[in-house]
């Protein structure tokens, strides 16, 4: 049974950082390239970037510089540093393996100002 299990996510302040988990299947992980995403109440489901199987990043123009992703391949994990976060970031956050329909179940990040 394929999963992508999220954990990480909770309140934190303006300024600070978090660091979210994606727990993946070893089928899923080792095959396909990971992404996470975020979503915000009333809006579209965001990309925020991806890892590749080979270790390549990609980033969209919001994060890049204050987000990044690794991946752990002994624990089957990829995960999402977030740094000097901003009330705006504030949202669901998903991982989710590129090319496929798995996508994890979610994990609030709250960001107060």
């Known amino acids: 049974q394929v999963q992508l299990v999220e954990s990480g996510g909770g309140l934190v302040q303006a300024g600070g950082s978090q660091r979210l988990s994606c727990a993946a299947s070893?089928?899923?992980?080792?095959?396909?390239?990971m992404g996470w995403y975020r979503q915000s109440p009333g809006q579209q489901r965001e990309w925020l970037g991806l890892?590749?199987?080979?270790?390549?990043?990609a980033y969209s123009d919001s994060t890049k510089g204050r987000f990044t992703i690794s991946r752990d391949n002994a624990k089957n994990t990829v995960y999402l540093q977030m740094n000097s976060l901003k009330p705006e970031d504030t949202a669901v956050y998903y991982c989710h393996a590129i090319k496929t329909d798995y996508w994890g179940q979610g994990t609030q990040v709250t960001v107060s100002s």
């Open positions: 070893r089928s899923i992980f080792s095959d396909y390239a």
């Open positions: 890892i590749t199987t080979t270790n390549t990043t």
